[in-house]
C-alpha cells in the first residue's frame, strides 16, 4: 500500500521549488536593503504564548491550532509571536534599540484545505521593534510592495487605522450597539462573535454581515488625536513614497493585538479577494508578553499564494538553471576520465554533470538537453588515446576538438576559461 502525504500538507517538487527559491531570494535582497536581518525560531512554542498573544476568542487559537495538550506546547500558527518571544527572551533591545528583523518557514493551523490554504504553510514576516513613528509604517508598507512588484505580481494595498487602548473601547461599544439592534440578521459565527470579538463582523465573508455592516460605524470616524494624527502621517509618508493604496475601514485582521495600522496586499486573481501579505502595529503585545515597554509593527507574505499568483501573472519570470558542462563518456576508460573532470570542474563553482549508465552518444545528449547544458564534452576511449575530446556548443551546435592533458585541476580549468569565454 502506498503511503500519502496528510491532507492540507504538500510536497514541494522541484520545478515548483526553484520559484520558491525565487521568492525567498527576492525577498532576502530586499529586506536586507531596508536593514533587515534574519533570524530562526524554533516550530514548537508554549501553547500558553499563542493565546496571550493572538487572543483566546480568535478563530486561531479557538479551533486552528495543532497542540499536543499534554505538553501544554503548540506548532506555531502565526510568526510574530515566537519571534517576540525570542527578542524578550535575549533581550535584543538591549544590543540595538531598534531592532529589524526577519525570518522564513512554515506555519501551521488545522483549517479546512481549500486553494492555496494548507495546513502547513510558509511565511515570510519582517518585523520592526522599537520604534512608533508613523514613517515606518509607511516604509514597511513600500518594502512589502517592492518586493510584489520585484517578483512581477501586480497587487494592491489597502489600509486601515485600529485605533488605540484609549479610542478603540468606544468604537467597540458603539458598534455592539449597532450590531445588537441587527443582531437576527448576523450569520451564526457573528451573534457568537458579538460578545467576545466584535470587530471580527466587519470583515466577515458572509453575505448577510457584509451588507449589514456597510452602514455600521466607522473606526476611522472614532480614533483619539494621536492615532488620528498617526494615520494622516502614514497616509503623507506612503504619498511621498508614491505608494497607491486604498482607505478600508472594514479590515480588522483576525488577531487581537493589532493597534493602530493595519494593512494587507490584496489580489482578486486568486478567486475571490485574497491577501498575499497582511500585517499592522502591535504597540502593547511586547508588554503584554512580559517584554519591555516597547513598540512594533509587522508583516508576514504567504508564500504559497505569492507561489500561485507568480504562475498565474508571471508564467515565464523564472528560467529553469542550466548546467555549464555536460560529459558524454563512451567506454570505460572515459567514463573513470570522466568521473574525475566532473568532479575537479565542480570544485571550480561550474555546474557539471554526466550519465554513468555507459548509453548510447544520442542517448547521452538527450540527457545534456534535458538538463539544458550549455556544453557537452565527448570523450570517447579512442579520443582519450589521442588526448582530445570534443567540445559541443549547445546553442550554436558548433563542435571544436579540445585537448585533453590528464584530469586535474588545470584540465578541468582550461575548460571552465573556454565555457566561460564562450557564448552558449
Ligand atoms: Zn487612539
Ligand atoms: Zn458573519
Known amino acids: 500500500m502506498k503511503i500519502k502525504a496528510i491532507n492540507g500538507f504538500k510536497d514541494i517538487l522541484p520545478d515548483a521549488a526553484l520559484r520558491w527559491q525565487h521568492i525567498e531570494q527576492t525577498a532576502r535582497d530586499i529586506f536586507e536593503r531596508f536593514g533587515m536581518r534574519e533570524i530562526r525560531m524554533p516550530i514548537l512554542e508554549k501553547t500558553e504564548l499563542f493565546s496571550r498573544s493572538i487572543g483566546e476568542a480568535t478563530d486561531i487559537v479557538e479551533k486552528e491550532m495543532y497542540s499536543f495538550s499534554d505538553k501544554g506546547i503548540t506548532m506555531r500558527p502565526e510568526a510574530t509571536a515566537s519571534l517576540l518571544r525570542a527578542f524578550i527572551e535575549h533581550g535584543l533591545h538591549v544590543q540595538q534599540p531598534v531592532q529589524r528583523l526577519y525570518t522564513i518557514g512554515p506555519m501551521f493551523r488545522h483549517e479546512r484545505p481549500q486553494k492555496g490554504r494548507l495546513r502547513q504553510f510558509h511565511q515570510m514576516d519582517v518585523e520592526i521593534i522599537g520604534a512608533t513613528e508613523p514613517q515606518v509604517d509607511a516604509e514597511l508598507m513600500a518594502m512589502g510592495q517592492m518586493l510584489l512588484n520585484s517578483l512581477g ?7 486601515n487605522s485600529l ?7 468606544g468604537f467597540r461599544t458603539q458598534l455592539i450597539e449597532y450590531l445588537e439592534e ?5 450569520c451564526e459565527d457573528c451573534r457568537r462573535r458579538l460578545s467576545t470579538n466584535p470587530l471580527r463582523t466587519l470583515d466577515c465573508k458572509s453575505r448577510g454581515c457584509k451588507a449589514l455592516v456597510k452602514d455600521a460605524p466607522s ?9 488620528n494624527e498617526h494615520f494622516a502621517e502614514v497616509e503623507h509618508t506612503l504619498g511621498l513614497l508614491g505608494v497607491t493604496y486604498s482607505k478600508n475601514r472594514f479590515m480588522v485582521r483576525g488577531l487581537d493585538y493589532y493597534t493602530r495600522t493595519t494593512f494587507e496586499f490584496i489580489t482578486g486573481d486568486l478567486g475571490a479577494q485574497a491577501a498575499v501579505g497582511a500585517g499592522g502595529r502591535y504597540d502593547g503585545l511586547i508588554e503584554q508578553l512580559g517584554g519591555p515597554k516597547l513598540p512594533g509593527i509587522g508583516f508576514a507574505m504567504g508564500m504559497e499564494r505569492i507561489a500561485l499568483l507568480m504562475e498565474q501573472q508571471v508564467e515565464n519570470g523564472i528560467h529553469k538553471p542550466s548546467a555549464d558542462i ?5 567506454g570505460a576508460k572515459a567514463s573513470e576520465y570522466g568521473c574525475v573532470l566532473v568532479q575537479n570542474l565542480r570544485s571550480l563553482k561550474l555546474k557539471a ?5 555507459g548509453r548510447s552518444l544520442k542517448a547521452q545528449m538527450k540527457q545534456a538537453g534535458r538538463i539544458n547544458s550549455r556544453f557537452t564534452l565527448i570523450i570517447g576511449d579512442n579520443e582519450l588515446a589521442e588526448e582530445k575530446a570534443v567540445l559541443r556548443n549547445m546553442q550554436t551546435q558548433e563542435q571544436v576538438d579540445f585537448p585533453l592533458n590528464g584530469t586535474g585541476v588545470e584540465q578541468a580549468q ?11
Open 414 to 424: 582550461r575548460l571552465a576559461d573556454y565555457t566561460e569565454s564562450s557564448q552558449g
Open 326 to 330: 555536460f560529459v558524454a563518456a563512451l
Open 153 to 159: 505580481l501586480k497587487v494592491s494595498l489597502e489600509v
Open 182 to 186: 441587527r443582531k437576527d440578521d448576523l
Open 163 to 169: 485605533g488605540c487602548p484609549d479610542c478603540r473601547p
Open 353 to 357: 554533470a554526466m550519465d554513468y549508465s
Open 219 to 227: 473606526i476611522l470616524k472614532s480614533l483619539c488625536n494621536a492615532c
